[in-house]
C-alpha cells in the first residue's frame, strides 16, 4: 500500500499546454510538499501546505499553481508550460511538529518540448 | 529559508573502505531535525539517518553513523564497509520545529568502486 503516490510517474506535452500533477498520502500527515529535482539533482521546495493552508510559497512562477482540496491531497496544475519546467517534481508529507521523516512520492518526470 | 550546503558533488570509496560525506546549514532555531536521504538511480528518496538537535550523542544505524557539531551547524555523514549498493546520490536536510520546512542541500553524489 503506498504511502505517498503521484500520478502520472510521466508526463511529456509541448510547450504552452497545461497539466496536472496529482498527489496523494493515507499517512495521515498534516504537510505536504511539492519539490522541483532539476537536471543537476538540487531538490528545491517549491510549495508547502499545512492541513489545507499555505505555509511556504518559494519564488515560483505564478504559472505554478497548488490546490490541496483536503489534507491528504496535494495537486499541482502548471499552465503555459515552458521548456524549463522540464524536471522531476516529488510530493512529499510529514506528520505534524518537527522530526519526523518526510515521505515522498516516486517522482513525476516532465518533460516539455 | 534555512540554508543547507553540501560542498562536495561528487565522491567516490573504494568497496569496504569509509567514507564521510560533509554538511553545514544555517539556522537561528535551537531545536529542529538532521537527515540524510539516498537517492538511488530509480530515483526514490529513502531515509538514510536522523538526528535531533537537542541530541548530544550522535545517530547510527548499522553502518551508517552522523557526526553531529551542533555549534559548527555541521551535519557530517559517514558510510563503514561501503557497498555497491551504496552509490547514489545523497542528500542532507534540515526540518524545523514546526514540521512545515524540509529543506535539501544540492546534494553528493557517491561512487562506489569495486
Known amino acids: 500500500d503506498t504511502a505517498v503516490s503521484q500520478t502520472p510517474k510521466y508526463l511529456v506535452t509541448q510547450m504552452g499546454n497545461d497539466k496536472s500533477i496529482k498527489c496523494e498520502q493515507n499517512?495521515?500527515?498534516?504537510?505536504m510538499y511539492w519539490y522541483k529535482q532539476d537536471s543537476k539533482k538540487f531538490l528545491k521546495i517549491m510549495f508547502s501546505?499545512?492541513?489545507?493552508?499555505?505555509?511556504i510559497n518559494e519564488t515560483v512562477p505564478n504559472r505554478f499553481s497548488p490546490k490541496s482540496p483536503d489534507k491528504a491531497h496535494l495537486n499541482l496544475h502548471i499552465n503555459s508550460l515552458e521548456l524549463g519546467d522540464s524536471a522531476v517534481y516529488f510530493c512529499?508529507?510529514?506528520?505534524?511538529?518537527?522530526?519526523?521523516?518526510?515521505?515522498f512520492g516516486q517522482g513525476t518526470r516532465l518533460t516539455v518540448v | 529559508a534555512q540554508t543547507v550546503t553540501q560542498s562536495q558533488p561528487e565522491m567516490s570509496v573504494q568497496e569496504a573502505e569509509t567514507v564521510t560525506l560533509s554538511c553545514t546549514y544555517d539556522t537561528s532555531e535551537s531545536d529542529y531535525y538532521l537527515f540524510w536521504y539516498k537517492q538511488p538511480p530509480s530515483r526514490q528518496m529513502i531515509l538514510v539517518i536522523r538526528q535531533e538537535a537537542y541530541k548530544q550523542q550522535n545517530a547510527t544505524e548499522n553502518r551508517f553513523s552522523v557526526n553531529f557539531q551542533k555549534a559548527a551547524k555541521s551535519f557530517s555523514l559517514k558510510i563503514s564497509d561501503s557497498q555497491l549498493g551504496d552509490a547514489a546520490m545523497y542528500f542532507c536536510?534540515?526540518?524545523?520545529?514546526?514540521?512545515?520546512?524540509?529543506?535539501f542541500g544540492t546534494g553528493t553524489s557517491l561512487t562506489v568502486i569495486p
Open positions: 501546505y499545512n492541513n489545507k493552508e499555505l505555509i
Open positions: 536536510a534540515y526540518s524545523g520545529n514546526t514540521g512545515n520546512q524540509f529543506y
Open positions: 512529499a508529507s510529514t506528520d505534524r511538529g518537527g522530526g519526523t521523516e518526510a515521505f
Open positions: 499517512l495521515g500527515h498534516d504537510t
